[in-house]
């Protein structure tokens, strides 16, 4: 009974010790140097349309969250964790400490840094209506590190998928393991490796899904409402959303990609390999991510190769997932050049080239990528 009496108490003054923090902060989007946010206190955005906290969903395994602040459910409203492969038992707190390190303390001195910082540097982290959560240095104004950077299983308008050209760094999201656990699971949704003009879903790296080309500024994804912003110069590559609207787009443990209207990819049954863009699991063995295709405009003197019959409005995307499911298959082109419709495929590369001005046609081989 004393025993119990004493627990209890210890758990009022725990209570208390959270709640103070909790009532001062409930009201902010911002943690300067110094401060702590602890367990069961939280960030909200101005509006109030994003909020971060220690969010668990097991009671046992605790992450950092970015949930959409509805009144629904935390697991299909969480958009970012920012320590999914790392959850702390017994979580601290996230603060940033006087080097300037944005980082997670748990479990006594413990910690997992989310960003490095400098020596005296002044810094400080803001929630965002866009859900973005945001490293500034408060003197310059200068954005030193931000959530979108390192998507999780969302994207948010505004976030980028693809590649920084400078720094190497790549933009994508990564399925959860389950519907429960944030941890990264078997699905990335992003650029393609060694392409630039595609967007691809890979189950554990190797090609599940892909868009087909993209050649154009705008891009909409079969079956998705919303049209993708495409941008390419020297310096980096990218799909996003404008940052409008609430659209968003995610990938689940099973590789099926949403958008808040509706399912946009589900490749998950053994038949699904007819969807566009899926390609069949069993065929994965005998595609590895160096074998892309280059796109070849010419003419061919044999062109002969093994016409689909499923009427003229195959697409594209369809083709090439034809061409990709097929292990024996080398090349794949539109038996229509001009409303790219038709599949054509290859077990041998299309003929010689011819000089019949005729014959041109845009062919698409299996090669490795430059
Ligand atoms: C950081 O800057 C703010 C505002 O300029 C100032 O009030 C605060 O004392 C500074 N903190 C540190 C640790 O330098
Ligand atoms: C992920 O891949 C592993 C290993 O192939 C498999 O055991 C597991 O069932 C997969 N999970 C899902 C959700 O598909
Ligand atoms: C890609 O776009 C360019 C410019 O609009 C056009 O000239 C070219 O034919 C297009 N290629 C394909 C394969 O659609
Ligand atoms: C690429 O980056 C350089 C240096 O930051 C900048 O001057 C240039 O305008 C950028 N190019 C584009 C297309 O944004
Ligand atoms: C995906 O397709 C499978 C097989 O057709 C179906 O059972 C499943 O419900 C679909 N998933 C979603 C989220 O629509
Ligand atoms: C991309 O292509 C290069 C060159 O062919 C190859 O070395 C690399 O392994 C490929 N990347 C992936 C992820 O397959
Ligand atoms: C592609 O990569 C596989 C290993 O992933 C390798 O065995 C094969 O030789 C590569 N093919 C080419 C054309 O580089
Ligand atoms: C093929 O496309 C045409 C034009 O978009 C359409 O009228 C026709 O119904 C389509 N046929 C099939 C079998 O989908
Ligand atoms: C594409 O072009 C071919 C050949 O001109 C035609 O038969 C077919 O109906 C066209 N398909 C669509 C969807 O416009
Ligand atoms: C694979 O493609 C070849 C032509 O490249 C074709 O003869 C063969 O029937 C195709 N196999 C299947 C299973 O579709």
Not at 164 to 185: A, C, I, M, Y
Not at 197 to 217: E, K, M, P
Not at 236 to 249: G, R
Not at 259 to 281: F, H, M, P, Q, R
């Amino acid at each position: 009974m004393a025993n119990k009496t004493r627990k209890l108490i210890l758990g009022l003054l725990c209570l208390l010790i959270y709640l103070g923090p909790s009532s001062s902060q409930s009201q902010h989007d911002t943690l300067v140097q110094g401060e702590e946010l602890v367990i069961y206190t939280e960030l909200n955005s101005v509006e109030g349309r994003f909020r971060i906290e220690f969010i668990s969903f097991d009671a046992i395994n605790y992450y950092v969250g970015i949930w959409y602040n509805t009144n629904a459910d935390r697991v299909s409203n969480t958009v970012w964790v920012a320590n999914h492969d790392n959850p702390v038992f017994h979580a601290r707190s996230l603060t940033i400490d006087h080097n300037g390190n944005l980082k997670i303390t748990y479990d006594g001195d413990l910690s997992i840094l989310l960003y490095s910082g400098h020596e005296a540097s002044n810094v400080s982290v803001v929630l965002l209506d866009t859900g973005n959560f945001v490293l500034s240095e408060i003197s310059s104004g200068r954005q030193l590190w931000q959530s979108f950077d390192y998507p999780s299983h969302v994207l948010l308008p505004g976030m980028k998928l693809g590649v920084d050209r400078k720094t190497g760094q790549r933009w994508f999201l990564t399925s959860w393991r389950s519907q429960e656990v944030p941890d990264s699971g078997n699905f990335t949704f992003g650029l393609h490796p060694n392409r630039t003009d595609q967007l691809v879903i890979l189950l554990h790296g190797v090609i599940y899904w892909t868009s087909g080309y993209v050649n154009s500024s705008s891009f909409r994804l079969t079956n998705s409402h919303y049209s993708f912003d495409y941008t390419s110069n020297e310096n980096e590559t990218y799909f996003n959303y404008p940052a409008v609207a609430d659209i968003y787009l995610s990938i689940n443990y099973l590789g099926v990609l949403f958008d808040d209207k509706g399912v946009i990819v589900n490749c998950t049954s053994a038949s699904s390999y007819l969807n566009e863009g899926c390609v069949a699991k069993e065929n994965h063995q005998c595609r590895s991510l160096n074998e892309t295709f280059s796109r070849v405009f010419g003419s061919w003197d044999d062109i002969d190769g093994f016409k689909f019959n499923e009427g003229d409005n195959l697409t594209l995307t369809y083709c090439e997932a034809k061409c990709l499911n097929n292990c024996s298959c080398v090349a794949y082109a539109s038996t229509n050049e001009e409303n790219q419709t038709g599949c054509e495929i290859w077990s041998t590369g299309p003929g010689i080239a011819s000089t019949d001005a005729s014959m041109r046609r845009t062919i698409y081989f299996l090669g490795k990528s430059n």
